[in-house]
């Protein structure tokens, strides 16, 4: 089998290997980025809402089990970029009360071994490096902050006049960072199409775009694509990893490094882990603690399209605006809590794509006649709730969402207001774990190796040369988007690597 070596391999190319990979580059270490899958290509179909949604034309053709038995292709994205070539550019920051223990309808969401201070640096370098846009001093729960490196995207005139009513209504609507190119100079076309589509034009602040492309003229950064990573080997006394094993095509070859970093997002890397399972480690890699693939948490996601039957909404990007006046809870339900945050537009072939048998002529006109909404809340793990693999090697997602009955109090709660706002009518949808877009928490970071895979610092309790700096390393989901957190801890872990030169982890870089 052929081998490749260098000083750091990093597994995935998302927001988080993206991340962690730019911090990297310069401390004089060379830096593999072993990535499954390839370029995503620039075509018409990015921004054609039936190929995306109808066809699945981007999705994985990989099948997964739910809890059930039955088979399903998971809305997985396996690109350069990772799941941000799709994401909705929102950017927030998790709150300093989102790293601290709480309890919701009387089941815990643990503390973080990180405050938000210990983040709030990374985080305004990941805003900058992302180029998010946006508006200080507005979202009552905000914590203390520089400005954002760029000003907020203006409203369009359907949203501008939401934020109108909600004001109206005692709200403190305000406009929602997100990392688009917005402006004067600026690379948006405003086609809109963004959340849950490619950008044609390079607009999003997406991995790929924003960090690893420019990245690759750097000397010592080099991408390959199309190599799956299928499992780790370790060392006889399972502590050092020595190797990976990548599959490209047909044929196999091996990585040797000092240093492993994987971040092939949370279900995937914790499915790497545990197929590296061997003598040593007979439960598979980093779980001595057995939390491996458990604890799998999404975020409660609920859509909710209000219905003006006598206008049409023609914003192009809707995604200015935000609410976090109920982030820590209702008037006298303090657990039923979350955000409110715009979608993109929903467009009839999505509704189809969910709702198969709806007639295309209504589907297109509630697309054209709704205002559409997200409301978020925390969802809270569970060492029930988990990815695993079968003795055949099928991967069976066991999900199990906790906090559901507060996150359904808090949604009749924002369709209230969206009524009071001047809807006609509030449809709602909840998406579920067949899409896992804010899949998190499958081999969490804490303070105690008996409960938990990784340290503060995302370096694996077993291992002292793996780090894991995806989504995975999250004790618990707060209610805000994940893509700033993870790229604000993968800029620390790498800060940290860049700074020690490895010597922790003992690594040659
Ligand atoms: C439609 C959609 C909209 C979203 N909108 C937002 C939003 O507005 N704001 C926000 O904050 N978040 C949003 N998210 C979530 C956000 O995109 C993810 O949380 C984030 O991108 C995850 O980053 P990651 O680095 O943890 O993992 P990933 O993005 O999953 O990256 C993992 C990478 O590893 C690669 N990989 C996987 N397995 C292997 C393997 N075996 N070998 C080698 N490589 C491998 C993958 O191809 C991928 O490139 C959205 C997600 C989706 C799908």
């Known amino acids: 089998m052929k081998t490749i070596t260098a000083d750091i391999a990093i597994i995935g190319s998302g927001v988080g290997g993206s991340s962690v990979a730019h911090q990297l580059a310069g401390s004089g270490a060379k830096i593999l980025i072993l990535e499954r899958g390839d370029f995503l290509p620039n075509e018409p179909q990015n921004s054609d809402a039936e190929a995306v949604f109808v066809q699945s034309r981007y999705k994985t053709r990989e099948e997964w089990q739910d809890a059930k038995g039955a088979l399903y292709r ?56 992302y180029g998010v846009r946006g508006h200080s001093g507005l979202d009552p729960t905000e914590p203390p902050r520089a400005g954002f490196p760029h000003a ?176 820590h809870g209702l008037p006298g339900d303090a657990d039923a809590r979350g955000n409110v945050q715009m979608l993109g537009n929903i467009q009839g072939p999505m509704i189809r794509s969910t709702y198969p048998a709806m007639p295309r002529a209504l589907a297109n006109w509630l697309g054209r006649h709704s205002v559409d909404v997200l409301a978020m809340s925390e969802d809270l793990p569970n060492p029930d709730s988990r990815v695993r693999l ?61 409960s938990s895979a990784l340290d503060g610092m995302c370096r694996a309790h077993d291992h002292p040369n793996l780090y894991v700096v995806d989504a995975g390393f999250f004790p618990s989901s707060a209610a805000l988007n994940p893509a700033l957190t993870i790229a604000a801890q993968a800029l620390r872990v790498g800060a940290h690597l860049h700074n020690t030169r490895g010597q922790d982890a003992g690594a040659a870089v």
């Open 74 to 129: 998971p809305g997985q994205y396996y690109y350069v970029g990772g799941h941000t070539k799709f994401y909705g550019t929102a950017m927030f920051r998790f709150r300093p009360r989102d790293f601290v223990s709480t309890m919701i309808d009387g089941a815990a969401s643990p503390s973080w071994p990180i405050s938000y201070d210990d983040l709030a640096p990374h985080y305004a370098k990941a805003e900058r490096l």
């Open 152 to 327: 907020a995207i203006p409203h369009e005139p359907v949203i501008a006049a939401l934020a109108d009513r909600l004001r109206g209504l005692g709200l403190h609507p305000f406009p929602m960072p997100s990392a688009v190119d917005y402006g004067p100079g600026g690379a948006c076309q405003r086609c809109g199409t963004c959340d849950a589509f490619a950008c044609r034009y390079d607009a999003k602040g997406d991995a790929d775009t924003r960090v690893l492309r420019p990245l690759l003229t750097h000397p010592d950064v080099r991408l390959e694509r199309n190599a799956e990573v299928t499992r780790l080997i370790v060392d006889d006394r399972g502590q050092r990893i020595i190797a990976a094993e990548v599959q490209r095509g047909g044929a196999m070859f091996r990585v040797e490094a000092p240093l492993f970093v994987l971040s092939a997002g949370a279900i995937n890397s914790a499915l790497i882990l545990l197929r590296s399972a061997c003598e040593a480690a007979p439960e598979g890699l980093a779980n001595r603690s057995g939390v491996v693939g458990r604890y799998l948490m999404n975020h409660h996601l609920t859509g909710m399209m209000g219905i003006s039957p006598f206008a049409t909404n023609d914003t192009k990007f809707p995604k200015t605006l935000s609410v976090n006046d109920f982030y």
């Open 390 to 450: 079968t003795s055949g090697g099928q991967v069976v997602v066991d999900y199990r969402p906790g906090g559901t009955a507060a996150h359904d109090r808090f949604v009749r709660h924002v369709r209230g207001i969206l009524r009071r706002a001047g809807f006609a009518a509030v449809l709602r949808h909840s998406f579920g774990i067949q899409a896992p877009s804010h899949q998190c928490g499958t081999v969490r970071m804490g303070n105690d190796p008996a």
